[in-house]
């Protein structure tokens, strides 16, 4: 992944390896999650959460807003499927607009809801991000996601010909 960041009027440019999982083991994490606008180097909750996930052998977690609602993962936007509809954390939380989400929100239609952790449970749910694209979560919580073969077919098509 090459990062270019802007700092003070001068770009930094910066590259790392990506992660090759195919799927996740997700918790919810302790660090309230703050709305933002926009994409920001102030990620410390984010940093926090994540760290606080690997040291319980997740791979990453989900933050909460202040109200119980589930936000966003560390570095992905989270979906799932309810009764055959795609739903998503509703951006009026503050998440990010990501441009992975976007891009799911082109493919197919999104219902945008305010839920808290429990609600997710049971339910096929996946993260997206505009370098990794889609990919599921295999576990939240520490209990098992079902797989949904609609993730999969969205997966196919994120990445434009």
């Known amino acids: 992944m090459v990062r270019v960041e802007l700092r003070d009027g001068s770009a930094e440019i910066a590259t790392r390896d ?3 999982e195919r799927s996740l083991s997700v918790i919810v994490s302790h660090e309230i999650h703050q709305p933002y606008p926009h994409k920001t180097t102030r990620r410390e909750p984010f940093g926090r959460a994540l760290s606080r996930a690997r040291r319980e052998g997740a791979s990453d977690a989900i933050l909460v807003t202040a109200a119980g609602f589930v936000a966003e993962g560390t570095a992905w936007n989270l979906f799932w499927w309810d009764n055959g509809a795609l739903c998503t954390p ?18 197919t239609p999104v219902r945008e809801e305010q839920v808290p952790p429990a609600a997710l449970n049971g339910h096929s749910l996946f993260v997206v991000n505009s370098v990794r694209g889609i990919v599921e979560i295999a576990t939240f919580e520490g209990s098992r996601c079902r797989a949904d073969p ?5 997966s196919a098509s994120f990445w434009p010909d």
Do not use: F, K, Q, Y
């Open 18 to 20: 990506i992660s090759d």
């Open 90 to 107: 509703a951006a009026d939380l503050g998440i990010l607009p990501g441009v992975g989400r976007h891009r799911v929100m082109e493919l």
């Open 150 to 154: 609609r993730t999969a077919e969205l």
